[in-house]
């Protein structure tokens, strides 16, 4: 049964499928929870909420949907059946239109945090510093004082030490610096910070085992924030 799988108030992250196929900067996740299980093809989950604002999700409209299990990520497509308020939640009721699928990585699932990083144009001898905002399997978006041309690529150098290591006694070593190359997708103006560029790159040629070493970093560390939100 689908209650062996999903638990209410599981957390949730959802996209048009109409954009997932694009590249990077126009690809927009949503975060929301599990509030109910209808059947085990209707859910009813909560309205994602960004930046304060209620995000509108259209009736009719297919989105890919992720849940955050403790068995694991699982996915699957729904369409938006319709949309009202439970008690003092907006809420929205959507039915499944492809089975429940487990995946084993977590690639297109993107981490918003905060991390140091240096960065390197091609043809510069020195790295710049800079502070990752979010990131991806597929990239990541950090911010500057300067715009990036699109299309400009660099290599970027990521460590990928995580906190609970340290906490454990563990010391850092040479595999936890991972250097990529990458090209800059998109720089534009970011809201609300005058003279503050948001840019998004997309990994170059990265090799499967790298990317597996940053969606593992992904995984551990929105995993590390679950188990504290709980």
């Keep these: 049964m689908i209650e062996d799988i999903l638990s209410i108030n599981d957390k949730i992250e959802l996209i048009k499928s109409s954009v997932l196929r694009k590249n990077e900067a126009e690809q927009k996740y949503y975060k929301s929870h599990l509030v109910d299980i209808k059947d085990d093809s209707t859910f009813i989950i909560s309205m994602p909420v960004e930046e304060d604002k209620l995000v509108v999700l259209d009736i009719g409209e297919s989105y890919n949907l992720w849940f955050y299990t403790k068995r694991g990520l699982y996915t699957c497509t729904v369409i938006i059946n319709e949309k009202y308020k439970q008690g003092d939640d907006n809420v929205a009721e959507v039915y499944a239109t492809s089975d429940l699928e487990k995946l084993q990585r977590r ?124």
């Design 107 to 230: 690639q297109y699932y993107r981490l918003n945090c905060i991390m140091d990083f240096e960065y390197k144009i091609n043809g510069r001898d020195e790295f710049d510093k800079g502070v990752v905002i979010d990131m991806s399997g597929g990239g990541l978006r950090f911010n500057t004082e300067k715009k990036l041309e699109a299309g400009t690529k660099m290599l970027i150098r990521l460590n990928l030490f995580l906190a609970d290591k340290k906490d454990e006694g563990q010391s850092q070593d040479e595999k936890d610096i991972c250097e990529i190359k990458a090209k800059v997708v998109d720089s534009e103006l970011a809201r609300a910070k005058n003279n503050v560029y948001e840019n998004r790159i997309e990994f170059d040629n990265i090799s499967g085992k790298v990317r597996e070493k940053i969606v593992r970093f992904i995984f551990e560390v929105d995993r590390q924030r679950r188990q504290n939100s709980f």
